[in-house]
Protein backbone atom coordinates (compact mmCIF):
# COMPACT_ATOMS: atom_id res chain seq x y z
CA UNK A 1 0.00 0.00 0.00
CA UNK A 2 1.04 3.27 -0.89
CA UNK A 3 2.00 5.77 1.43
CA UNK A 4 -1.01 8.64 2.55
CA UNK A 5 -0.32 12.00 2.47
CA UNK A 6 -3.06 15.27 2.71
CA UNK A 7 -2.32 18.54 1.14
CA UNK A 8 -3.81 21.62 1.99
CA UNK A 9 -3.40 24.66 -0.65
CA UNK A 10 -6.54 26.98 -2.17
CA UNK A 11 -4.33 27.51 -5.22
CA UNK A 12 -5.05 24.81 -7.85
CA UNK A 13 -1.64 25.30 -9.90
CA UNK A 14 0.02 24.55 -6.40
CA UNK A 15 -1.96 21.79 -5.81
CA UNK A 16 -2.07 20.08 -9.55
CA UNK A 17 2.42 20.39 -9.19
CA UNK A 18 2.18 19.25 -5.36
CA UNK A 19 0.17 16.30 -6.30
CA UNK A 20 1.80 15.26 -9.59
CA UNK A 21 5.26 15.47 -7.61
CA UNK A 22 3.88 13.08 -4.95
CA UNK A 23 2.39 10.65 -7.43
CA UNK A 24 6.16 10.27 -9.00
CA UNK A 25 7.11 9.45 -5.50
CA UNK A 26 4.49 6.66 -5.48
CA UNK A 27 2.49 8.57 -3.00
CA UNK A 28 -1.22 8.77 -3.19
CA UNK A 29 -2.18 12.19 -2.61
CA UNK A 30 -5.64 13.85 -1.22
CA UNK A 31 -6.07 17.11 -2.18
CA UNK A 32 -8.01 20.00 -0.30
CA UNK A 33 -8.74 23.37 -0.09
CA UNK A 34 -9.38 24.54 3.17
CA UNK A 35 -9.19 24.01 6.53
CA UNK A 36 -12.71 22.13 7.25
CA UNK A 37 -12.05 19.88 4.18
CA UNK A 38 -8.79 18.88 5.68
CA UNK A 39 -10.46 18.07 9.02
CA UNK A 40 -13.05 16.06 7.54
CA UNK A 41 -10.67 14.35 5.66
CA UNK A 42 -8.43 13.51 8.63
CA UNK A 43 -11.57 11.74 10.50
CA UNK A 44 -12.29 9.88 7.39
CA UNK A 45 -8.86 8.22 7.33
CA UNK A 46 -5.07 7.95 8.60
CA UNK A 47 -1.99 9.87 6.90
CA UNK A 48 1.57 9.71 6.87
CA UNK A 49 2.66 12.98 6.18
CA UNK A 50 0.84 16.46 5.56
CA UNK A 51 1.71 19.66 3.74
CA UNK A 52 -0.53 23.01 4.09
CA UNK A 53 0.15 26.30 3.21
CA UNK A 54 0.37 28.72 5.82
CA UNK A 55 -2.95 31.51 4.44
CA UNK A 56 -6.22 29.21 3.72
CA UNK A 57 -9.68 30.69 3.24
CA UNK A 58 -11.55 29.77 6.92
CA UNK A 59 -7.87 29.93 8.69
CA UNK A 60 -4.03 29.59 8.40
CA UNK A 61 -1.67 26.94 9.04
CA UNK A 62 -0.17 28.00 12.27
CA UNK A 63 -2.96 27.29 13.96
CA UNK A 64 -4.11 23.80 12.14
CA UNK A 65 -0.29 22.94 13.15
CA UNK A 66 -0.63 23.49 16.56
CA UNK A 67 -4.21 22.02 16.60
CA UNK A 68 -2.80 18.82 14.85
CA UNK A 69 0.04 18.34 17.30
CA UNK A 70 -2.43 18.61 20.27
CA UNK A 71 -4.58 15.37 18.35
CA UNK A 72 -1.64 13.92 16.45
CA UNK A 73 1.28 14.45 17.62
CA UNK A 74 2.89 11.45 15.57
CA UNK A 75 1.62 12.90 12.40
CA UNK A 76 4.30 14.78 10.58
CA UNK A 77 3.15 17.70 8.89
CA UNK A 78 5.25 20.60 6.88
CA UNK A 79 4.30 24.11 5.81
CA UNK A 80 4.61 26.13 2.81
CA UNK A 81 5.50 29.75 3.41
CA UNK A 82 5.85 32.90 1.16
CA UNK A 83 9.04 33.80 -0.32
CA UNK A 84 11.45 35.27 2.26
CA UNK A 85 9.04 35.50 4.90
CA UNK A 86 11.06 33.39 7.46
CA UNK A 87 9.58 34.69 10.85
CA UNK A 88 6.80 32.31 9.74
CA UNK A 89 8.57 29.49 9.20
CA UNK A 90 10.61 29.83 12.09
CA UNK A 91 6.72 30.58 13.80
CA UNK A 92 5.70 27.20 12.49
CA UNK A 93 8.40 25.20 13.54
CA UNK A 94 7.97 26.71 17.08
CA UNK A 95 4.02 25.79 16.65
CA UNK A 96 5.27 22.27 16.16
CA UNK A 97 5.58 21.64 12.23
CA UNK A 98 8.70 19.29 11.74
CA UNK A 99 10.04 21.15 8.51
CA UNK A 100 8.82 23.91 5.99
CA UNK A 101 9.66 24.66 2.31
CA UNK A 102 8.86 28.28 0.50
CA UNK A 103 7.52 29.63 -2.82
CA UNK A 104 8.23 29.25 -5.75
CA UNK A 105 9.20 25.68 -4.64
CA UNK A 106 11.64 23.60 -5.46
CA UNK A 107 10.90 20.68 -6.48
CA UNK A 108 14.01 18.62 -5.36
CA UNK A 109 13.75 20.77 -1.86
CA UNK A 110 10.25 18.97 -2.12
CA UNK A 111 11.17 15.85 -2.64
CA UNK A 112 13.49 15.59 0.29
CA UNK A 113 11.55 17.01 2.51
CA UNK A 114 8.53 14.44 1.66
CA UNK A 115 11.18 11.62 2.38
CA UNK A 116 12.29 12.67 5.74
CA UNK A 117 8.24 13.19 6.34
CA UNK A 118 7.73 9.61 5.25
CA UNK A 119 10.37 8.40 7.48
CA UNK A 120 8.80 10.36 10.46
CA UNK A 121 5.25 8.96 9.58
CA UNK A 122 2.97 7.02 12.56
CA UNK A 123 3.65 3.78 11.37
CA UNK A 124 7.41 3.86 10.71
CA UNK A 125 8.66 5.16 14.22
CA UNK A 126 11.12 3.76 15.77
CA UNK A 127 11.89 5.68 18.33
CA UNK A 128 11.08 4.50 21.81
CA UNK A 129 13.62 1.62 21.01
CA UNK A 130 16.32 3.99 20.46
CA UNK A 131 15.28 5.85 23.31
CA UNK A 132 16.47 3.39 25.58
CA UNK A 133 19.91 3.00 23.72
CA UNK A 134 20.32 7.08 24.90
CA UNK A 135 20.44 6.08 28.30
CA UNK A 136 23.64 4.53 27.83
CA UNK A 137 25.27 7.02 25.69
CA UNK A 138 24.07 10.23 28.10
CA UNK A 139 24.38 8.79 31.76
CA UNK A 140 22.78 9.87 34.76
CA UNK A 141 19.49 9.16 37.00
CA UNK A 142 19.15 12.99 38.32
CA UNK A 143 15.64 14.09 37.38
CA UNK A 144 17.37 16.92 35.35
CA UNK A 145 18.73 14.63 33.21
CA UNK A 146 15.70 12.13 32.88
CA UNK A 147 13.99 15.38 31.64
CA UNK A 148 16.86 16.27 29.30
CA UNK A 149 16.92 12.70 27.78
CA UNK A 150 12.92 13.28 26.99
CA UNK A 151 13.61 16.12 25.01
CA UNK A 152 15.75 14.67 23.27
CA UNK A 153 13.70 12.41 21.92
CA UNK A 154 11.17 14.59 21.16
CA UNK A 155 13.99 17.10 19.05
CA UNK A 156 14.53 13.67 17.10
CA UNK A 157 11.38 14.07 15.51
CA UNK A 158 11.54 17.52 14.38
CA UNK A 159 13.47 19.06 11.83
CA UNK A 160 13.89 22.60 13.64
CA UNK A 161 17.37 23.60 13.99
CA UNK A 162 18.38 23.28 17.82
CA UNK A 163 20.66 25.74 19.85
CA UNK A 164 22.57 23.53 22.60
CA UNK A 165 23.61 25.95 25.22
CA UNK A 166 25.85 25.18 28.35
CA UNK A 167 29.10 25.34 29.77
CA UNK A 168 32.15 23.54 28.35
CA UNK A 169 32.60 20.48 29.09
CA UNK A 170 28.80 19.42 29.33
CA UNK A 171 28.04 17.02 26.35
CA UNK A 172 26.85 19.51 23.97
CA UNK A 173 28.45 17.12 20.88
CA UNK A 174 27.70 14.44 22.81
CA UNK A 175 23.71 15.57 22.65
CA UNK A 176 23.31 16.77 19.31
CA UNK A 177 25.10 13.28 17.91
CA UNK A 178 22.04 11.83 19.99
CA UNK A 179 19.86 13.83 18.27
CA UNK A 180 20.87 13.07 14.83
CA UNK A 181 21.04 9.33 15.75
CA UNK A 182 17.39 8.72 17.20
CA UNK A 183 16.06 10.81 13.91
CA UNK A 184 14.99 9.85 10.97
CA UNK A 185 18.57 10.99 9.27
CA UNK A 186 20.86 8.74 11.68
CA UNK A 187 21.35 7.02 8.32
CA UNK A 188 23.23 9.54 6.98
CA UNK A 189 26.70 11.56 7.98
CA UNK A 190 26.75 13.51 11.06
CA UNK A 191 29.04 16.03 10.72
CA UNK A 192 30.55 18.50 13.12
CA UNK A 193 32.64 21.57 12.89
CA UNK A 194 34.51 23.57 15.48
CA UNK A 195 33.73 27.14 14.14
CA UNK A 196 36.61 28.54 16.36
CA UNK A 197 39.53 26.21 15.02
CA UNK A 198 39.02 27.51 11.38
CA UNK A 199 40.87 30.68 9.96
CA UNK A 200 38.34 33.18 9.30
CA UNK A 201 39.48 33.03 5.26
CA UNK A 202 38.64 29.55 5.09
CA UNK A 203 35.41 29.35 7.01
CA UNK A 204 33.48 29.59 3.19
CA UNK A 205 35.46 27.10 1.65
CA UNK A 206 34.95 24.76 4.47
CA UNK A 207 31.31 24.76 5.04
CA UNK A 208 30.47 25.65 0.99
CA UNK A 209 33.73 24.28 -0.79
CA UNK A 210 35.56 25.36 -3.68
CA UNK A 211 36.15 25.10 -7.40
CA UNK A 212 39.29 24.62 -8.93
CA UNK A 213 41.31 27.99 -9.32
CA UNK A 214 38.90 29.66 -6.91
CA UNK A 215 41.92 31.08 -5.30
CA UNK A 216 45.71 30.55 -4.83
CA UNK A 217 46.11 26.79 -4.32
CA UNK A 218 42.34 25.42 -4.88
CA UNK A 219 43.88 23.25 -7.70
CA UNK A 220 40.87 21.58 -7.69
CA UNK A 221 37.10 21.29 -6.90
CA UNK A 222 36.60 20.26 -3.29
CA UNK A 223 33.22 19.91 -1.18
CA UNK A 224 32.41 21.45 1.10
CA UNK A 225 30.82 20.12 4.69
CA UNK A 226 27.05 21.08 4.26
CA UNK A 227 27.56 18.25 0.81
CA UNK A 228 29.22 15.67 2.93
CA UNK A 229 26.22 16.24 5.30
CA UNK A 230 23.90 16.14 2.45
CA UNK A 231 20.77 14.32 3.95
CA UNK A 232 22.49 14.40 7.66
CA UNK A 233 23.20 16.77 10.31
CA UNK A 234 25.40 19.47 10.42
CA UNK A 235 26.81 20.35 13.80
CA UNK A 236 28.46 24.01 14.06
CA UNK A 237 29.89 23.67 17.39
CA UNK A 238 31.42 27.29 18.51
CA UNK A 239 29.23 29.00 16.27
CA UNK A 240 29.58 32.25 17.85
CA UNK A 241 33.19 32.46 16.62
CA UNK A 242 32.17 32.60 12.96
CA UNK A 243 32.90 35.92 11.25
CA UNK A 244 30.30 38.12 10.49
CA UNK A 245 30.64 38.39 6.75
CA UNK A 246 30.16 34.35 6.92
CA UNK A 247 27.38 34.45 9.43
CA UNK A 248 25.05 36.58 6.46
CA UNK A 249 26.11 33.65 4.34
CA UNK A 250 25.31 30.96 6.58
CA UNK A 251 22.03 32.63 7.34
CA UNK A 252 21.25 32.69 3.37
CA UNK A 253 22.28 29.07 3.20
CA UNK A 254 19.71 27.88 5.62
CA UNK A 255 16.68 29.47 4.54
CA UNK A 256 17.49 29.06 0.71
CA UNK A 257 18.73 25.08 1.62
CA UNK A 258 21.65 25.90 -1.31
CA UNK A 259 24.73 27.06 -1.27
CA UNK A 260 27.40 28.26 -3.94
CA UNK A 261 30.79 27.25 -3.72
CA UNK A 262 33.60 29.60 -3.60
CA UNK A 263 34.13 30.56 -7.45
CA UNK A 264 31.02 28.86 -8.33
CA UNK A 265 28.06 30.50 -10.58
CA UNK A 266 25.27 27.85 -9.96
CA UNK A 267 23.42 26.84 -6.35
CA UNK A 268 23.43 23.50 -5.09
CA UNK A 269 20.51 22.33 -3.23
CA UNK A 270 21.44 20.47 0.05
CA UNK A 271 19.24 19.04 2.47
CA UNK A 272 20.67 18.97 6.02
CA UNK A 273 19.50 19.80 9.45
CA UNK A 274 21.54 22.10 11.20
CA UNK A 275 22.10 21.87 15.25
CA UNK A 276 24.32 24.29 16.63
CA UNK A 277 26.30 25.10 19.68
CA UNK A 278 28.54 27.07 22.10
CA UNK A 279 29.80 27.92 25.80
CA UNK A 280 29.53 31.75 25.39
CA UNK A 281 26.01 33.64 25.96
CA UNK A 282 24.95 33.71 22.11
CA UNK A 283 21.96 36.83 23.31
CA UNK A 284 24.73 38.70 24.76
CA UNK A 285 26.89 38.32 21.38
CA UNK A 286 23.84 39.35 19.58
CA UNK A 287 23.56 42.85 22.13
CA UNK A 288 27.49 43.11 21.95
CA UNK A 289 27.12 43.27 17.82
CA UNK A 290 29.25 40.33 16.95
CA UNK A 291 26.55 37.62 16.31
CA UNK A 292 23.62 38.56 13.99
CA UNK A 293 20.44 39.18 15.19
CA UNK A 294 18.63 37.59 12.10
CA UNK A 295 20.97 34.56 12.32
CA UNK A 296 20.35 33.71 16.10
CA UNK A 297 16.76 34.03 15.89
CA UNK A 298 17.19 31.42 12.92
CA UNK A 299 19.24 28.87 14.48
CA UNK A 300 17.26 28.98 18.36
CA UNK A 301 14.50 27.74 17.10
CA UNK A 302 14.48 25.68 19.92
CA UNK A 303 17.05 26.34 22.82
CA UNK A 304 18.36 23.01 24.81
CA UNK A 305 20.14 24.09 27.91
CA UNK A 306 22.68 21.29 29.39
CA UNK A 307 22.70 21.02 32.95
CA UNK A 308 26.56 22.38 34.63
CA UNK A 309 27.97 18.58 36.38
CA UNK A 310 27.00 21.11 39.93
CA UNK A 311 23.47 20.30 39.09
CA UNK A 312 23.90 16.71 38.89
CA UNK A 313 26.65 15.97 41.36
CA UNK A 314 24.48 13.09 42.84
CA UNK A 315 25.29 11.27 38.76
CA UNK A 316 29.33 11.72 39.59
CA UNK A 317 29.51 7.97 41.13
CA UNK A 318 27.55 6.76 38.25
CA UNK A 319 29.75 8.33 35.12
CA UNK A 320 33.04 7.80 37.44
CA UNK A 321 32.46 4.61 37.38
CA UNK A 322 31.93 4.28 33.53
CA UNK A 323 34.99 6.71 32.30
CA UNK A 324 36.87 4.54 34.77
CA UNK A 325 35.62 1.54 32.73
CA UNK A 326 36.37 3.23 29.42
CA UNK A 327 39.80 4.15 30.58
CA UNK A 328 40.69 0.73 31.85
CA UNK A 329 39.84 -0.63 28.58
CA UNK A 330 41.93 1.94 26.62
CA UNK A 331 44.98 1.59 28.13
CA UNK A 332 44.06 -2.65 28.89
CA UNK A 333 44.86 -2.54 32.26
CA UNK A 334 42.23 -3.63 35.51
CA UNK A 335 40.17 -1.02 36.46
CA UNK A 336 40.57 0.23 40.02
CA UNK A 337 38.10 0.99 42.62
CA UNK A 338 37.28 4.70 43.68
CA UNK A 339 37.21 5.02 47.20
CA UNK A 340 33.99 6.63 49.06
CA UNK A 341 36.17 9.20 50.15
CA UNK A 342 37.04 9.92 46.55
CA UNK A 343 34.05 9.76 45.62
CA UNK A 344 32.81 12.41 48.28
CA UNK A 345 35.69 14.81 47.30
CA UNK A 346 34.90 14.68 43.80
CA UNK A 347 31.46 15.84 44.70
CA UNK A 348 32.43 18.63 46.64
CA UNK A 349 34.87 20.06 43.92
CA UNK A 350 32.92 22.92 41.70
CA UNK A 351 34.14 21.16 38.22
CA UNK A 352 34.42 24.20 36.12
CA UNK A 353 35.10 21.92 33.07
CA UNK A 354 32.54 19.68 34.10
CA UNK A 355 32.16 16.23 32.58
CA UNK A 356 35.49 16.66 30.61
CA UNK A 357 37.11 17.97 33.96
CA UNK A 358 35.97 14.64 35.55
CA UNK A 359 37.07 12.87 33.04
CA UNK A 360 40.80 14.73 32.77
CA UNK A 361 41.11 14.31 36.58
CA UNK A 362 40.19 10.31 36.63
CA UNK A 363 42.60 9.68 34.13
CA UNK A 364 45.58 11.36 35.70
CA UNK A 365 44.69 9.30 39.16
CA UNK A 366 44.73 6.43 36.62
CA UNK A 367 48.73 7.34 35.71
CA UNK A 368 49.73 8.06 39.71
CA UNK A 369 47.29 5.24 41.59
CA UNK A 370 49.82 2.84 42.94
CA UNK A 371 47.16 0.14 44.20
CA UNK A 372 44.04 -1.03 42.99
CA UNK A 373 41.48 1.05 44.79
CA UNK A 374 42.19 5.30 43.57
CA UNK A 375 41.85 7.53 47.26
CA UNK A 376 41.15 11.12 47.32
CA UNK A 377 44.71 12.33 46.83
CA UNK A 378 45.01 10.48 43.72
CA UNK A 379 42.89 12.52 42.31
CA UNK A 380 45.11 15.80 42.66
CA UNK A 381 42.15 18.00 42.54
CA UNK A 382 43.05 22.29 41.86
CA UNK A 383 42.46 22.87 45.84
CA UNK A 384 44.21 19.67 46.97
CA UNK A 385 47.40 20.30 44.81
CA UNK A 386 47.07 23.70 46.13
CA UNK A 387 47.14 22.62 49.91
CA UNK A 388 50.00 20.13 48.74
CA UNK A 389 52.37 22.81 47.55
CA UNK A 390 51.92 25.63 50.56
CA UNK A 391 52.35 22.47 52.99
CA UNK A 392 55.81 21.57 50.75
CA UNK A 393 56.66 25.33 51.19
CA UNK A 394 55.75 25.18 55.21
CA UNK A 395 58.54 22.30 55.54
CA UNK A 396 61.33 24.60 53.61
CA UNK A 397 61.52 21.87 51.47
CA UNK A 398 61.09 24.13 48.09
CA UNK A 399 65.14 23.62 47.62
CA UNK A 400 66.45 25.37 44.14
CA UNK A 401 66.74 21.87 42.39
CA UNK A 402 63.26 21.89 42.83
CA UNK A 403 62.26 25.20 41.43
CA UNK A 404 61.95 23.57 37.87
CA UNK A 405 59.78 21.15 38.94
CA UNK A 406 57.34 23.70 40.80
CA UNK A 407 57.23 26.41 37.64
CA UNK A 408 56.90 23.12 35.40
CA UNK A 409 53.33 22.29 37.43
CA UNK A 410 52.24 25.72 37.52
CA UNK A 411 52.90 25.65 33.74
CA UNK A 412 50.87 22.36 33.56
CA UNK A 413 47.63 24.06 34.91
CA UNK A 414 47.94 27.49 33.44
CA UNK A 415 48.03 25.44 29.72
CA UNK A 416 45.57 22.71 31.02
CA UNK A 417 42.68 24.86 32.22
CA UNK A 418 43.62 27.14 28.81
CA UNK A 419 42.97 24.07 26.64
CA UNK A 420 39.83 23.01 29.04
CA UNK A 421 38.24 25.91 28.74
CA UNK A 422 38.57 26.32 24.70
CA UNK A 423 37.43 22.72 24.45
CA UNK A 424 41.36 21.64 23.38
CA UNK A 425 41.56 24.00 20.82
CA UNK A 426 45.17 24.54 20.77
CA UNK A 427 45.08 27.66 18.49
CA UNK A 428 42.54 29.34 20.75
CA UNK A 429 44.39 28.34 23.78
CA UNK A 430 47.60 29.77 22.63
CA UNK A 431 45.65 33.00 21.81
CA UNK A 432 44.72 32.93 25.68
CA UNK A 433 47.64 32.22 27.03
CA UNK A 434 49.26 35.27 24.74
CA UNK A 435 52.26 32.35 23.25
CA UNK A 436 52.56 31.09 19.95
CA UNK A 437 50.69 27.82 18.21
CA UNK A 438 54.62 26.65 17.64
CA UNK A 439 55.48 27.20 21.75
CA UNK A 440 52.78 26.00 22.54
CA UNK A 441 53.61 22.85 20.99
CA UNK A 442 57.00 22.60 22.15
CA UNK A 443 55.58 23.28 25.68
CA UNK A 444 52.97 20.33 25.47
CA UNK A 445 55.53 18.08 24.67
CA UNK A 446 57.66 19.23 27.04
CA UNK A 447 55.11 18.54 29.66
CA UNK A 448 53.92 15.30 28.34
CA UNK A 449 50.60 16.54 27.62
CA UNK A 450 50.33 15.48 24.11
Known amino acids: MNPQALVIDDEPDILELLSMTLSGMSIDCVTVETLEQANQALRQQKFDFCLTDMRLPDGNGLDFVMSLRNVMPELPVAVITAHGNMDLAV ?25 TALKLSPQKTTLHTKERRSRHRFLGETSVVKSLRGKVTKLARSQAPVYISGESGTGKELVARLIHELGVRS ?10 AIPADLVESELFGHKKGA ?4 IADKEGL ?3 AHGGTLFLDEVADLPLMMQVKLLRAIQEKAIRPVGGNEEITVDVRIL ?28 LQLPSLRERVED ?18 AKPSISQEAISALQKYHFPGNVRELENVLERAL ?10 SDLMLPAQRQLDNMQTQSQGLLIEDDLESQLEEQERQLITQALESTRWNKTAAAKKLGITFRALRYKLKKLNLE
Open 91 to 115: QALKSGAFDFVSKPIKLRVLRDLVA
Open 187 to 196: EKPFVPINCG
Open 215 to 218: FSGA
Open 226 to 228: FQA
Open 276 to 303: CATHKNLAESVRQGTFREDLFYRLNVIE
Open 316 to 333: IPLLAENIMERLAAKNNI
Open 367 to 376: TWVDSDEIQA
